[in-house]
């Protein structure tokens, strides 16, 4: 039985700070420590408190750092991690000319299998330790990000696109074969080990209202599973959206219409939102996903993250690579607080952190599990470095408060932030880099 005591500056969130003053959301501790044995966090504390209980422990000191969860990413495209940085385009065009081209490629297993390995050596570079995916519409892009995220011990969650029309040859299924291959997807894979699967309608233009109808089968047959989707990203979506599905009475509709709105459902972007469509989000419990880079890169419109949450809605935050621009969630966090901004928003750097850590497991159902350094939680952290640029120390020669640190990390910290990662107890950060 191996116990790691690891010791450092320590962070955790009980709950979502309504404010910077609210001391009582989250605890830090200028002296911390995580005893973790076999995956799993058995204590959290102050390290005199964890060290007296178990003076065996084998301990790996991390200060002056400061060690938080693990990121959590719930909206990215396996797939695109090289079209990430593509110049000049709006959403449509850049799939077109961009994006679906780069994914037919991933027919080819080996294509996927070196992919998969880099991708994830992308996200433990950041500090991400959950994500969840877009692969391809190939079967064996799926196979290729679980057998990789499997052999991590990660706890992802992804799926294959259901993608039957709009799309170049090479890159289309149909109703019946994606249905077949996704269950063949679910029934190899999902609940194996630390990873889930995901349906995922890549969006409504992709699908005709028969794929429509598969995946609602799927969502039916498969209540454990969670669904993705696009949603209300562009001007010109929405209306080739509501030409294709003339019935619905708006975007989201097409969607709901097809039973594919609950809980368990991420809605990635949803800007342009019609007031009967931030109702039946209110009304299912179907979580929009803030993508900010992505957002920006294509310019496709401003989220509205307090006008959703004022009516009880629950956002998620991602990064959307290869639209988005950094895997990093603390970028993410950066251009996340100018989308705000620009709207009179201000993202407070403890619900900013808040969010890329428990609340982003909130919206996946999973608080449990990861998100928070809570004993019996997965042993997945993030050692963080707030000096790890010569203008980060120079800045924090100033800094006089945890809320500073958090703000500066946000603003100016990227991978040379992230110090070390544990994924299910194991550092896996400068393991790799070796
Ligand atoms: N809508 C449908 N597919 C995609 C995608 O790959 N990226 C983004 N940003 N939007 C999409
Ligand atoms: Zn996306």
């Known amino acids: 039985?191996?116990?790691?005591?690891?010791?450092?500056?320590?962070?955790?969130?009980?709950?979502?700070?309504?404010?910077?003053?609210?001391?009582?959301?989250?605890?830090?501790?200028?002296?911390?420590?995580?005893?973790?044995?076999?995956?799993?966090?058995?204590?959290?504390?102050?390290?005199?408190?964890?060290?007296?209980?178990?003076?065996?422990?084998?301990?790996?000191?991390h200060r002056p750092h400061l060690m938080m969860a693990g990121f959590i990413d719930t909206h990215i495209h396996f797939p695109q991690v090289q079209v990430i940085a593509s110049w000049g385009s709006q959403l449509l065009d850049w799939l077109n000319n961009y994006t679906f081209p780069e994914e037919t490629r991933f027919a080819d297993p080996d294509h996927?299998?070196?992919?998969?390995?880099?991708?994830?050596?992308q996200l433990i570079a950041n500090g991400t330790t959950s994500a969840v995916a877009y692969?391809?519409?190939?079967?064996?892009?799926?196979?290729?990000?679980?057998?990789?995220?499997?052999?991590?011990?990660?706890?992802?969650?992804?799926?294959?696109?259901?993608?039957?029309?709009?799309?170049?040859?090479?890159?289309?299924?149909?109703?019946?074969?994606?249905?077949?291959?996704?269950?063949?997807?679910?029934?190899?894979?999902h609940g194996k080990g630390r990873v889930g699967y995901v349906i995922t309608p890549r969006f409504a233009i992709t699908s005709t209202p028969e794929q429509m109808e598969m995946a609602q089968a799927l969502a039916a047959e498969?209540?454990?599973?969670?669904?993705?989707?696009?949603?209300?990203?562009?001007?010109?979506?929405?209306?080739?959206?509501?030409?294709l599905y003339p019935e619905a009475r708006d975007y989201l509709d097409v969607y709901q219409s097809y039973g594919l709105l609950s809980g368990k459902t991420l809605l990635g972007h949803?800007?342009?939102?019609?007031?009967?469509?931030?109702?039946?989000?209110?009304?299912?419990?179907?979580?929009?996903?803030?993508?900010?880079?992505?957002?920006?890169?294509?310019?496709?419109?401003?989220?509205?993250?307090?006008?959703?949450?004022?009516?009880?809605?629950?956002?998620?935050?991602?990064?959307?690579?290869g639209a988005g621009t950094s895997y990093s969630m603390l970028q993410t966090l950066n251009?996340?607080?100018?989308?705000?901004?620009?709207?009179?928003?201000?993202?407070?750097?403890?619900?900013?952190?808040?969010?890329?850590?428990?609340g982003n497991a909130c919206v996946l159902g999973l608080e449990d599990k990861i998100g928070t350094l809570d004993a019996g939680t997965e042993a997945d952290i993030v050692v963080l470095n707030s000096h790890s640029t010569e203008a980060m120390a120079l800045r924090m020669e100033r800094a006089q408060s945890l809320s500073e640190e958090l703000f500066i990390l946000q603003?100016?910290?990227?991978?040379?932030?992230?110090?070390?990662?544990?994924?299910?107890?194991v550092a896996s950060k400068r393991k790799a880099a070796a």
């Open 1 to 61: 039985m191996t116990e790691t005591l690891l010791r450092s500056r320590l962070l955790t969130f009980h709950r979502e700070p309504m404010n910077g003053d609210d001391g009582d959301a989250y605890t830090y501790l200028e002296d911390g420590a995580v005893l973790i044995r076999d995956g799993v966090i058995q204590k959290t504390g102050t390290f005199s408190d964890v060290i007296a209980n178990t003076p065996n422990a084998a301990v790996t000191d």
């Open 270 to 321: 949803s800007i342009h939102l019609e007031a009967r469509e931030i109702d039946a989000l209110a009304e299912t419990g179907a979580h929009p996903v803030f993508c900010p880079t992505s957002n920006f890169f294509l310019g496709s419109g401003l989220f509205d993250d307090t006008g959703l949450r004022d009516r009880g809605i629950t956002n998620g935050i991602a990064t959307d690579v």
């Open 222 to 243: 498969h209540p454990e599973c969670h669904i993705q989707t696009h949603l209300s990203e562009n001007k010109d979506e929405i209306a080739f959206t509501k030409e």
């Open 135 to 189: 692969c391809s519409v190939h079967k064996s892009s799926v196979d290729a990000f679980f057998t990789e995220a499997a052999s991590r011990n990660m706890r992802m969650l992804g799926g294959k696109v259901l993608m039957d029309r709009n799309a170049p040859d090479g890159l289309r299924d149909t109703p019946q074969s994606g249905y077949d291959d996704t269950k063949a997807l679910i029934a190899g894979w």
């Open 112 to 121: 996927c299998a070196a992919m998969a390995t880099k991708f994830h050596d």
């Open 335 to 358: 251009e996340g607080y100018k989308v705000l901004q620009l709207q009179g928003q201000s993202l407070h750097p403890l619900q900013a952190f808040h969010w890329a850590t428990r």
């Open 411 to 425: 603003i100016m910290g990227d991978d040379r932030a992230v110090e070390e990662v544990y994924v299910s107890g």
